[in-house]
């Protein structure tokens, strides 16, 4: 098909092809599927499963925490005014309402606060065996939710110590943490 005929959806096809060939080498390259903005540079996180709708949200201003995690370290925030840790890391204060925050990195056991079993999965973990998601808190006084690496529950107390571990998980083939128990 000639130039002047491609349609707008055809013009709009090959370019996604390209980009999602970016992303490949990207993850190649990093390990981390982010790509720059085309137009403002700032960092992108492109989702890599397979859903009715496709998304890709600016990380620009935490793309440390994922730089952090192909390194292996795990990074919160801290106020720089309140003295206040986040996790998930934020740029911005929502208790002081102010913007200058410094990045810490994170301690790396917790205790774990609950937990749950997941039997019925959403489409896009549908290929993963039933898996454990529990929320343990951290010396630093936040909460992580993550994957425990356990299949049996009862295996499992509240209060017990687990250690976090930064992990490529596959088929995504992306950094990520999950729990892991103390023995």
């Known amino acids: 098909m000639s130039e002047d005929k491609k349609t707008q959806k055809d013009m709009m096809e090959e370019q996604m092809k390209q980009f ?72 911005d204060c929502p208790k002081c309402i102010d913007s200058e925050v410094e990045w810490i990195e994170l301690s790396k056991e917790g205790t774990l606060l609950t937990f749950t079993q997941i039997n019925v999965k959403p489409y896009s973990f549908a290929h993963y065996d039933d898996y454990i998601v529990g929320i343990a808190r951290l010396p630093e006084g936040v909460n992580v939710t993550a994957w425990i690496r356990e299949k049996d529950p009862s295996k499992l107390k509240i209060g017990m110590k687990l250690k976090l571990e930064i992990v490529k998980r596959e088929p995504e083939n992306y950094y990520t943490y999950e729990w892991v128990p103390i023995e």
């Open 20 to 91: 999602y060939s970016f992303v490949e080498s990207m993850k190649k390259s990093m390990g981390l599927p982010m790509v720059p903005d085309m137009k403002t540079g700032q960092a992108l996180w492109v989702d890599q499963r397979e859903v009715t709708l496709k998304f890709i949200i600016s990380i620009d201003k935490i793309k440390e925490f994922f730089n952090a995690l192909a390194d292996g370290k795990l990074l919160g925030t801290k106020c720089k005014e309140c003295g206040e840790v986040f996790f998930p890391p934020q740029k």
